[in-house]
């Protein structure tokens, strides 16, 4: 694939695209393993349609107490709610182990002088804990949460608050998201983007397009013009 030009910065997602979300059930043993690949499943799908409705209805909540509820519904769902074990994946939330790949991208790209970042419409003290629990405080120069404008994505103004705090024009950010519906409105914002589809998700049919598509953020670096800026 032909590189990318002009990027001066790369914008991450944070769940699903530099964290594993999936990691918090799987070092969980009170989860019946019949009932582990559901709980995962339906705790984010459950957790995204909160987002997207409280963006809609004007009734924002910030991303952990979304979490809490979906993981409420999904317990309960799924027949197996105590308290013992919502606290427990709770806190598992909050140490999500980050993908193999993502601390070398981000030292390659690092070293090559993008800036790096994350935009996430999770929590400050969420992204904070993720971050360190991945030890990946060095490699990133921001962490930037949807709390501030207290929208979610896929709302232009997370998008808009993330390039202003960078100082970049929508033009000079790669931006990746392994979410199909997160890639397609960041392009359609105007950001250059590479969607991570670690899930093999078709296509969304929403308005943008993004500009690559990989299956690993290690195959990053090589779209970008990796040379060490002065």
């Given amino acids: 694939m032909s590189q990318l030009q002009g990027i001066r910065a790369c914008i991450f997602d944070a769940y699903g695209t530099i ?26 799908d459950k957790q995204l349609q909160y987002t997207w409705l409280r963006s809609l ?3 924002y909540a910030d991303f952990w107490q979304v979490t809490g509820e979906a ?6 769902s799924l027949g197996i709610a105590t308290p013992a074990l919502r606290d427990r994946l709770m ?33 400050p003290a969420m992204l904070g804990a993720a971050v ?7 490699l990133l120069d921001a962490v930037l949460s ?22 970049m024009r929508a033009g000079q950010v790669s931006f990746q ?3 199909a519906w997160d890639a397609f409105a960041a392009s359609a914002y105007g950001m250059r ?24 953020l290690a195959e990053l670096p090589a779209l970008l013009e990796i040379t060490i800026r002065p």
């Fill in 19 to 44: 964290f594993d979300f999936a990691s918090a059930a799987a070092h969980c043993t009170d989860i019946p393993d019949d009932k582990r690949a559901a709980l995962t499943n339906l705790w984010r």
């Fill in 57 to 59: 209805q004007g009734r």
């Fill in 71 to 76: 993981l409420d519904f999904t317990l309960d």
């Fill in 91 to 123: 806190d598992l939330y909050l140490t999500l182990s980050a993908f193999p790949e993502v601390p070398g991208t981000l030292r390659r790209l690092r070293e090559a002088g993008f800036v790096t970042a994350i935009l996430s419409n999770g929590s």
């Fill in 132 to 138: 360190r629990g991945a030890g990946l405080q060095d």
């Fill in 146 to 167: 949807a709390d501030a404008v207290q929208v979610f994505k896929t709302h232009p103004r997370v998008y808009e608050y993330g390039l202003k705090q960078l100082g």
């Fill in 177 to 179: 998201s392994s979410n």
């Fill in 193 to 216: 983007v590479v969607w991570c589809n670690r899930y093999g998700q078709p296509r969304e049919r929403l308005p943008g397009a993004p500009d690559r598509e990989v299956r690993s």
